[in-house]
Protein backbone atom coordinates (compact mmCIF):
# COMPACT_ATOMS: atom_id res chain seq x y z
CA UNK A 1 0.00 0.00 0.00
CA UNK A 2 1.44 3.05 -1.18
CA UNK A 3 0.99 6.80 0.52
CA UNK A 4 -0.50 9.44 -0.95
CA UNK A 5 0.01 13.16 -0.47
CA UNK A 6 -2.67 15.13 -0.29
CA UNK A 7 -2.38 18.66 -1.13
CA UNK A 8 -4.71 21.98 -1.23
CA UNK A 9 -4.34 25.24 -2.50
CA UNK A 10 -7.14 26.50 -0.13
CA UNK A 11 -4.79 25.64 2.56
CA UNK A 12 -1.43 27.13 3.47
CA UNK A 13 1.58 25.37 1.72
CA UNK A 14 3.85 23.69 4.17
CA UNK A 15 6.38 26.21 5.71
CA UNK A 16 8.98 22.94 6.83
CA UNK A 17 9.57 19.81 4.86
CA UNK A 18 6.09 17.87 5.70
CA UNK A 19 3.09 17.55 3.69
CA UNK A 20 -0.09 19.15 4.57
CA UNK A 21 -1.63 15.73 4.68
CA UNK A 22 -0.74 11.92 3.54
CA UNK A 23 -3.36 9.08 3.19
CA UNK A 24 -1.84 5.55 4.32
CA UNK A 25 -4.78 3.35 3.27
CA UNK A 26 -8.28 4.64 4.21
CA UNK A 27 -6.46 7.21 7.11
CA UNK A 28 -5.52 10.44 6.53
CA UNK A 29 -2.93 12.15 9.04
CA UNK A 30 -3.19 16.04 8.41
CA UNK A 31 -0.22 17.77 9.29
CA UNK A 32 -0.39 21.08 12.43
CA UNK A 33 -2.56 23.26 10.85
CA UNK A 34 -1.88 27.14 12.38
CA UNK A 35 -3.65 30.77 11.43
CA UNK A 36 -2.07 31.15 7.82
CA UNK A 37 -4.28 32.39 5.16
CA UNK A 38 -3.55 29.95 1.87
CA UNK A 39 -3.76 33.21 -0.67
CA UNK A 40 -1.24 35.61 1.37
CA UNK A 41 0.80 32.96 3.31
CA UNK A 42 0.48 36.29 6.14
CA UNK A 43 -1.03 34.96 9.55
CA UNK A 44 -4.34 36.17 10.32
CA UNK A 45 -5.68 37.84 13.46
CA UNK A 46 -2.96 39.51 15.02
CA UNK A 47 -2.66 36.83 17.96
CA UNK A 48 -6.64 37.41 18.52
CA UNK A 49 -7.09 33.99 20.00
CA UNK A 50 -10.42 33.65 18.48
CA UNK A 51 -9.56 34.54 15.04
CA UNK A 52 -6.92 32.32 14.58
CA UNK A 53 -8.36 28.91 15.83
CA UNK A 54 -11.39 29.94 13.30
CA UNK A 55 -8.60 30.19 10.76
CA UNK A 56 -6.96 26.69 11.59
CA UNK A 57 -10.38 24.92 11.47
CA UNK A 58 -10.99 26.28 7.74
CA UNK A 59 -7.44 25.32 6.89
CA UNK A 60 -7.88 21.67 8.68
CA UNK A 61 -11.55 21.95 6.55
CA UNK A 62 -9.71 22.49 3.33
CA UNK A 63 -7.01 19.91 3.40
CA UNK A 64 -9.57 17.57 4.47
CA UNK A 65 -11.82 18.39 1.04
CA UNK A 66 -8.71 18.18 -0.73
CA UNK A 67 -8.40 13.91 0.38
CA UNK A 68 -12.67 13.57 -0.28
CA UNK A 69 -13.09 14.11 3.75
CA UNK A 70 -15.26 16.28 5.71
CA UNK A 71 -15.02 16.90 9.65
CA UNK A 72 -17.37 14.22 10.08
CA UNK A 73 -14.62 11.83 9.17
CA UNK A 74 -12.03 13.10 11.63
CA UNK A 75 -11.38 10.47 14.54
CA UNK A 76 -8.64 12.39 16.53
CA UNK A 77 -7.65 16.11 17.07
CA UNK A 78 -4.64 17.05 18.53
CA UNK A 79 -4.65 20.97 19.88
CA UNK A 80 -1.35 22.65 21.07
CA UNK A 81 -1.85 26.03 22.97
CA UNK A 82 0.46 28.45 23.79
CA UNK A 83 -1.51 29.64 26.92
CA UNK A 84 -4.00 26.92 28.52
CA UNK A 85 -5.56 30.24 29.84
CA UNK A 86 -7.08 30.82 26.22
CA UNK A 87 -8.83 27.10 26.85
CA UNK A 88 -12.29 28.21 27.30
CA UNK A 89 -12.15 30.00 24.17
CA UNK A 90 -10.40 27.80 21.70
CA UNK A 91 -12.70 24.87 23.04
CA UNK A 92 -15.85 27.08 22.22
CA UNK A 93 -14.83 27.96 18.95
CA UNK A 94 -13.42 23.97 18.34
CA UNK A 95 -16.83 23.34 19.36
CA UNK A 96 -18.68 24.92 16.71
CA UNK A 97 -17.27 22.74 14.28
CA UNK A 98 -18.38 19.53 15.41
CA UNK A 99 -21.57 18.08 16.99
CA UNK A 100 -21.73 16.20 20.08
CA UNK A 101 -22.73 13.05 17.51
CA UNK A 102 -18.98 13.04 16.11
CA UNK A 103 -16.85 15.10 18.17
CA UNK A 104 -13.33 12.93 18.01
CA UNK A 105 -11.11 12.09 20.33
CA UNK A 106 -8.87 14.87 21.19
CA UNK A 107 -5.99 16.26 22.93
CA UNK A 108 -5.26 19.51 24.80
CA UNK A 109 -1.57 19.97 25.04
CA UNK A 110 -0.45 23.97 26.63
CA UNK A 111 3.60 24.63 24.51
CA UNK A 112 6.32 27.20 25.49
CA UNK A 113 6.03 28.27 21.38
CA UNK A 114 4.76 27.16 18.34
CA UNK A 115 5.23 28.13 14.71
CA UNK A 116 5.54 31.81 13.78
CA UNK A 117 4.39 32.55 17.39
CA UNK A 118 0.96 31.66 16.95
CA UNK A 119 -1.47 30.94 19.43
CA UNK A 120 -2.38 27.28 18.56
CA UNK A 121 -2.10 24.49 16.61
CA UNK A 122 -4.55 21.80 15.57
CA UNK A 123 -3.82 18.56 13.50
CA UNK A 124 -5.96 15.84 13.43
CA UNK A 125 -6.21 11.93 11.85
CA UNK A 126 -9.40 11.46 9.68
CA UNK A 127 -10.82 7.86 8.35
CA UNK A 128 -12.36 7.48 5.03
CA UNK A 129 -15.90 5.32 5.41
Known amino acids: MA ?9 PAPIGPYSQAVQAGNTV ?3 GQIALDAQSGQLVGNGDVVEETHQVMRNLQAVLEAAGLTLRDVVKCSIFVKD ?3 FNLINEIYGSY ?3 DYAPARETVE ?8 QVEISCIAVKQ
Open 3 to 11: NTIVFSNQA
Open 29 to 31: YVS
Open 84 to 86: LGN
Open 98 to 100: FTA
Open 111 to 118: VSRLPKDV
